[in-house]
């Protein structure tokens, strides 16, 4: 005899199996759309190095759009300008596909 998922929960005194936990608690946070994109931030943040990512900080990324952080307006017009896209084909080579099409730069506030 099979016992369903319900029963086996109230079996187990409603106590649930740690990776669902988890897996609730990142898609209840949206922390588990952060995640995914994880290799995303981390190739922008190894190709830009370890000063320039500190002041260009990737928050966001949605389709296909990397959303950058900028602490001073000379780094946004910097990177808005001129090395941006060169920074932006960088990345995708680092993550071997093209997952970022467009990288936006905001003035950190």
Same mark, same amino acid.
């Given at each position: 005899?099979?016992?369903?998922?319900?029963?086996?929960? !109230?079996?187990? *005194?409603?106590? =649930?199996? !740690? *990776?669902? !936990?988890?897996?609730?608690?990142?898609?209840?946070? *949206?922390? *588990?759309?952060?995640?995914?994109?994880?290799?995303?931030?981390?190739?922008?943040?190894?190709?830009?190095?370890?000063?320039?990512?500190?002041? !260009?900080?990737?928050?966001? %990324?949605?389709?296909?759009?990397?959303?950058?952080?900028?602490?001073?307006?000379? =780094?946004? =017009?910097?990177?808005?300008?001129?090395?941006?896209?060169?920074?932006?084909?960088?990345?995708?080579? =680092?993550?071997?596909?093209?997952?970022?099409?467009?990288?936006? %730069?905001?003035?950190?506030?």
């Amino acid at each position: 005899m099979s016992r369903s998922r319900k029963d086996y929960e !109230a079996y187990r *005194g409603g106590v =649930h199996r !740690a *990776g669902d !936990a988890v897996r609730d608690f990142l898609r209840s946070s *949206g922390l *588990g759309a952060k995640l995914k994109d994880y290799p995303i931030y981390e190739a922008w943040r190894v190709v830009l190095g370890p000063d320039l990512s500190r002041r !260009a900080r990737a928050v966001d %990324f949605r389709r296909g759009e990397l959303i950058v952080e900028v602490e001073s307006a000379a =780094h946004h =017009h910097e990177l808005a300008n001129f090395t941006g896209e060169r920074y932006r084909q960088l990345t995708n080579q =680092h993550l071997r596909r093209e997952a970022v099409r467009m990288v936006t %730069f905001k003035l950190k506030r």
